[in-house]
């Protein structure tokens, strides 16, 4: 950090962390923007492969399954195996599986959420669930929503995949599941517990997914509000990039710093194994 203003400096490498071995990295505003891959983005994942780094990219995004997101990211000139793949409605599946095994649930949210309760054994119902999950969609529907508001009111769970309150499109913002969080908070009065990041939950689950220790992990985001304090609060080594959603000043408005600022994977250098 600078001495000057303790402000992570921009810089262009990861020359002064060489024992990191594992990456989780979010994937809007870091790898892809809408359909298109990120200057940079492909020879990163491509340089991280050859220097035998385990990596797991991870989304709030809970539309889409991980194959679904493998054909999308390959499209745009990125591959990355399925397996290399985290998103919050895996996470959400993994979480609810673990609170409550074969349990029920009122979905509002795409195939990506309703696939992964699917197959951990949950059954999609109307009628009496344990849990009202809330994950993201471009087509909310009022009828849907009243039909949570109403279960959640009748003693149903409330959880919700992430808490981002937008979404990114072609056209422009797009309103979120912390959105729809918000509204059906206002007519229940029950909060929903958000199992996307920045909940450290979400972080953990990747950790173990590719045997990773926090000590030799980096996290690397475009957003303050979510990857940032996630990473910081799970004790990894946080890389805030300038490619998505977050500018340079902006990061004067949050208590906490990334360990390093960067103006895109570009310009992460990545170590052999030695």
Not at 54 to 83: E, K, M, W
Not at 200 to 225: C, V, Y
Request: proline share 6%; net charge negative; glycine share 10%.
């Amino acid at each position: 950090m600078s001495p000057d203003d303790g402000r992570a400096p921009v810089g262009s490498g990861t020359d002064d962390v060489p024992d990191l071995e594992h990456y989780l990295i979010d994937m809007d505003g870091v790898l892809v923007h809408e359909e298109n891959a990120l200057p940079g983005a492909d020879e990163f994942i491509r340089r991280l492969g050859e220097a035998g780094k385990h990596f797991l990219v991870l989304t709030n995004n809970s539309i889409y399954t991980p194959r679904d997101l493998q054909a999308r990211l390959r499209a745009s000139g990125i591959d990355i195996p399925v397996a290399n793949l985290w998103t919050s409605a895996l996470a959400t599946a993994q979480f609810l599986d673990a609170q409550r095994p074969n349990g029920t649930a009122f979905v509002v949210g795409e195939a990506g959420l309703t696939t992964a309760l699917h197959e951990v054994g949950y059954v999609l119902t109307e009628r009496s669930p344990d849990y009202v999950v809330i994950g993201e969609t471009r087509t909310y529907s009022f009828e849907a929503i009243t039909r949570a508001i109403r279960l959640i009111e009748g003693g149903a769970r409330f959880i919700c995949t992430n808490p981002d309150a937008t979404g990114p499109s072609a056209e422009g913002t797009l309103p979120a599941t912390g959105s729809v969080a918000a509204l059906i908070t206002h007519a229940t009065r029950k909060k929903p517990y958000f199992v996307g990041k920045p909940n450290p939950l979400m972080i953990r689950a990747g950790l173990n997914t590719i045997g990773a220790h926090s000590e030799t992990t980096a996290m690397i985001g475009d957003r303050m509000d979510t990857d940032m304090v996630a990473g910081m609060e799970a004790g990894l080594h946080t890389i805030l990039v300038l490619s998505g959603v977050t500018d340079e000043s902006e990061m004067d408005r949050y208590p906490y710093r990334p360990n390093q600022v960067v103006e895109s994977v570009a310009h992460l250098s990545v170590g052999s194994r030695g």
